[in-house]
């Protein structure tokens, strides 16, 4: 778990946070439109929309995260005085990453919970059609 917590603030609390947030509004949304059925409620499907959206914002993000990291790096690379060695780079490169690849992640959980309650929704129309 120790591990999972030093990645996690490795890839820089300013970025990971919001993914995590847009993670729990994505699984509120799910939840929310589990309930609903399940109680037999009818729903506006742009809530089920609105998952694949957020998914794809988290990736952004992250996508975000990663470039403005790299470009820190590269600023702080190319304002040295002195050889850095290239594991040290290479470090820094796969710290890089995580921020893209925790909003992968989110954006794969999203999807599957988007494409599990649009079938769901499809299912229930040709039931009712």
Do not use: C, D
Not at 60 to 66: D, L, N, P, S
Request: hydrophobic share 55%; charged share 10%.
């Amino acid at each position: 778990m120790s591990r999972i917590v030093n990645t996690y603030l490795a890839g820089g609390v300013e970025f990971m946070h919001p993914i995590t947030l847009l993670l729990i509004l994505n699984m509120a949304i799910a939840g929310y439109v589990i309930y609903s059925r399940i109680s037999g409620k009818t729903i506006n499907p742009n809530w089920i929309e609105a998952i694949k959206q957020i998914g794809g914002f988290a990736l952004a993000v992250g996508t975000f995260g990663t470039l403005a990291g790299l470009f820190l790096a590269f600023n702080a690379l190319e304002q040295s005085e002195q050889l850095i060695p290239f594991q040290v780079i290479m470090g820094g490169l796969k710290v890089s990453l995580i921020t893209v690849l925790y909003g992968l992640i989110v954006f794969f959980i999203s999807m599957i919970a988007y494409i599990i309650l649009k079938l769901k929704q499809a299912v229930s129309a040709t039931h009712i059609g």
